[in-house]
């Protein structure tokens, strides 16, 4: 693998929980890498497989959704339906070839700061281990190249 590798990560972030965390992280200047590119959302709820997989269509080498702890969404149980349709992402991704663990769902409280830039530098760090996602892979190996 290429040491010049840079992951490209998509972090679908809940508006009340996980959005506020990365503030939080930046207030309390904890580091956590330029990789991850942030998506506020109103709700993770909000989050389709869709929104997932175009994603990985525009170059995503990982993607995940950071939404409130069990019991605190704001709108009742959204949360629950992301993890769900992460799940189904993930079986979908392994029935079509491609390492489920490129997607993720994490849970934390707006006052995570800690919590939300580890989980940005190991989630970074796990996908750079994993390589190209298959945008980057599908250019790579037959110089196809990502439209739309
Ligand atoms: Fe945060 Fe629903 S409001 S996950």
Redesign the pocket.
């Known amino acids: 693998m290429s040491n010049t590798f840079e992951p490209e990560i998509v972090a679908f972030c ?4 996980a959005y506020t965390a990365a503030d939080m992280a930046g207030s309390k200047r904890l580091s956590y890498p330029p990789n991850v590119k942030i998506i506020r959302v ?4 909000k989050v389709d497989a869709i929104h997932i997989m175009k994603a990985f269509q525009k170059g995503a080498d990982g993607v995940y959704v950071a ?2 702890l069990e019991g ?4 009742k149980n ?2 629950l339906r ?1 993890a769900r349709r992460v799940q189904r992402v993930q079986a979908l991704l392994d029935e079509i070839g491609i390492d489920s663990r490129r997607v993720e769902m994490i849970t934390m409280s707006a006052g995570m700061g800690e919590r939300f830039a580890k989980t940005a530098r190991e989630f970074t760090e796990k996908i750079r281990e994993l390589g190209p996602g298959p945008v980057k892979a599908a250019e790579r190996d037959f110089g196809l190249s990502a439209a739309g």
């Open positions: 809940c508006h009340y929980c109103p709700c993770t709820g939404g409130c605190d969404c704001h709108f959204g949360n992301a």
